[in-house]
């Protein structure tokens, strides 16, 4: 049973830092695309970066220059490094991990950056 566990969410003053942890179980992990998503209130969940198996990033626009994604393969371990915090940051993050035809995804941890 695949399971994916974020942390790292906290409240953080405009132009502060935060890291997102995501550590996953169940699955081999090496092989898997993993991607961070966001949903603020009244909002779709969109894709904030993404990070495959073999090293590829992609980025949101807006977050671009800001947030970094990176994994760690022995801990089994996916990060999000976002600074320079703006207000529409602000949103549940979730980690997804993907391979072929399976999916998973965490519980979410909030983020809300104030100005």
């Known amino acids: 049973q695949a399971q994916l566990v974020e942390s790292g969410g906290d409240l953080v003053q405009s132009g502060g830092s935060l890291r997102l942890s995501c550590t996953a179980s169940?699955?081999?992990?090496?092989?898997?695309?993993l991607s961070w998503y966001r949903q603020a209130p009244g909002k779709e969940r969109e894709l904030v970066a993404s990070?495959?198996?073999?090293?590829?990033?992609d980025y949101l626009d807006s977050v671009k220059g800001r947030f970094t994604i990176s994994r760690d393969n022995g801990k089994k371990a996916v990060y999000l490094q976002m600074n320079s915090l703006k207000p529409e940051d602000t949103a549940v993050y979730y980690c997804?991990?993907?391979?072929?035809?399976?999916?998973?995804w965490g519980q979410g941890t909030q983020v809300t950056v104030s100005a």
């Open positions: 169940g699955i081999s992990f090496s092989f898997y695309k």
């Open positions: 990070l495959s198996a073999d090293r590829k990033t």
């Open positions: 997804n991990a993907r391979h072929e035809t399976r999916t998973s």
